[in-house]
Structure formats: structure tokens, C-alpha cells
Nanobody
Framework: QLQASGGGLVQAGGSLRLSCAASGRTFSNYDMGWFRQAPGREREFVAANSYRLSSIYYADSAKGRFTISRDNTKNTVYLQMNSLKPEDTAVYYC???????????????????WGQGTQVTVSS
């Protein structure tokens, strides 16, 4: 089970840190990702890291502003979001998939487990 939190309303230029706590699994065995979905749009990739932290990817829209990290001792993955823009407004979802999956970390359908989402709203 994945539980995302940390969303909220923030002004453009502000920051938020999202958290995703995992339970019921050996967290360190899972690749973790963040996706987002804005109204009327498909769910899109934001950031991901592999279970060994050997691979970290960001969407172009997130590069330089967002940072994904994880704390395996707390079974938690984070998404630090800085310099937020109104176009970052969306529901943000964390996702997990088992290690050893050779497919791209950026591919949504490769993730087996999803959190419930947390709303991020950036005002201009």
C-alpha cells in the first residue's frame, strides 16, 4: 500500500515536498516513481528512481526544479518540488514496481502499485 501526502496550495515560485509511504512490502526491492495528472490530461511521468538508486530519471518539465529521493529505513520516497509553476498543478501519484523490470522507469504501465494521489495547486 502506498500513501501519498504533502500536496497543497502554493504560489508560483514556491516549494512543496511530497511524501509517499509504503507499507506491507520490502520497500528497498522496488523501483519508485512519481506521476501527475492534470484535469483533462493523461497521467504523465514526473520522476523515478530505481531500487538501487543506480538510475534516476526526470521529465524535462521537472529537471532542475524537482528532486526525487528515498529513505529505505522509513519506507518513504519524496519529491521535492521547487520553483513551482501554475502548469505543475495536478494530482500527483506515487507508484512502485518490483526490481528487475528492465523496461523504462518512465513508462506508466510498468508500475503495479499506485498511491491515492495528492493534489498540488500552484496559483499565479
Amino acid at each position: 500500500q502506498l500513501q501519498a501526502s504533502g500536496g497543497g496550495l502554493v504560489q508560483a515560485g514556491g516549494s512543496l515536498r511530497l511524501s509517499c509511504a509504503a507499507s506491507g512490502r520490502t520497500f528497498s526491492n522496488y523501483d519508485m516513481g512519481w506521476f501527475r495528472q492534470a484535469p483533462g490530461r493523461e497521467r504523465e511521468f514526473v520522476a523515478a528512481n530505481s531500487y538501487r538508486l543506480s538510475s534516476i530519471y526526470y521529465a524535462d518539465s521537472a529537471k532542475g526544479r524537482f528532486t526525487i529521493s528515498r529513505d529505505n529505513t522509513k519506507n518513504t520516497v519524496y519529491l521535492q518540488m521547487n520553483s513551482l509553476k501554475p502548469e505543475d498543478t495536478a494530482v500527483y501519484y506515487c507508484a512502485a514496481r518490483g526490481r528487475g523490470d528492465s523496461r523504462s522507469l518512465q513508462t506508466r504501465i510498468t508500475y503495479n502499485y499506485w498511491g491515492q494521489g495528492t493534489q498540488v495547486t500552484v496559483s499565479s
